[in-house]
T-cell receptor, first 116, second 115 residues
């Protein structure tokens, strides 16, 4: 149980275009979903926290107009990178949790974004 | 605020040798503690967690960790490693007061098991 999927696993887009990444909890309802960014050989950097039905809370330094997060249902959150640039190339990982249940996050497999 | 320090960025060991990956944390409140493993180009997989109770926690793949409150440490150990244990390992803490189980991660330790 507690499986989180991400789609796509890899995406290449041209500079200036937008790309959407989906994060789904397959067998549980996720009260909260998190979006992380990971550069090569580095740790995970939390970008934002989203609770179903409410606006995402962004970490300091993360542009909310560039990284649009939607958490419209208890099983789906999306991250849209708008007007992508090469510096947005990174590994994006989502996670999901059920509040009050051991405070554990279940991680998706990640999405490799390359902006050319 | 809380922070996590993983004292070794890289740990090379030989197959079947024991290994310890060190993790220290700083927090003004009680925390939950976690160890995750990440294989190349994959997400994170939970190895083990400490929530309460016994300070020695056993996880998957033969790993265990010991919570030491006085030393604010949560070191990960395995008595005999395999080639397949080669991966990046992350220690993380969650502030018990924070809603939504927000995690703070350490910088990671690359474990490389050589034949």
């Amino acid at each position: 149980g507690a499986v989180v999927s991400q789609h796509p696993s890899r995406v290449i887009c041209k500079s200036g275009t937008s790309v959407k990444i989906e994060c789904r909890s397959l067998d549980f309802q996720a009260t909260t979903m998190f979006w992380y960014r990971q550069f090569p050989k580095q740790s995970l950097m939390l970008m934002a926290t989203s609770n179903e039905g409410s606006k995402a809370t962004y970490e300091q330094g993360v542009e909310k107009d560039k990284f649009l997060i939607n958490h419209a249902s208890l099983t789906l959150s999306t991250l849209t990178v708008t007007s992508a640039h090469p510096e947005d190339s990174s590994f994006y990982i989502c996670s999901a949790s059920v509040q009050g249940v051991s405070y554990e996050q279940y991680f998706g497999p990640g999405t490799r974004l390359t902006v050319t | 605020a809380q922070s996590v320090t993983q004292l070794d960025s890289q740990v090379p060991v030989f197959e079947e040798a024991p290994v310890e990956l060190r993790c220290n944390y700083s927090s003004s409140v009680s925390v939950y503690l976690f160890w995750y493993v990440q294989y190349p180009n994959q997400g994170l997989q939970l190895l083990l967690k400490y929530l309460s109770g016994s300070t020695l926690v056993k996880g998957i793949n033969g790993f265990e960790a010991e919570f030491n409150k006085s030393q604010t440490s949560f070191h990960l150990r395995k008595p005999s490693v395999h080639i397949s244990d080669t991966a990046e390992y992350f220690c993380a803490v969650s502030d018990l007061r924070t809603s939504g189980s927000r995690l703070t991660f350490g910088e990671g330790t690359q474990l490389t098991v050589n034949p």
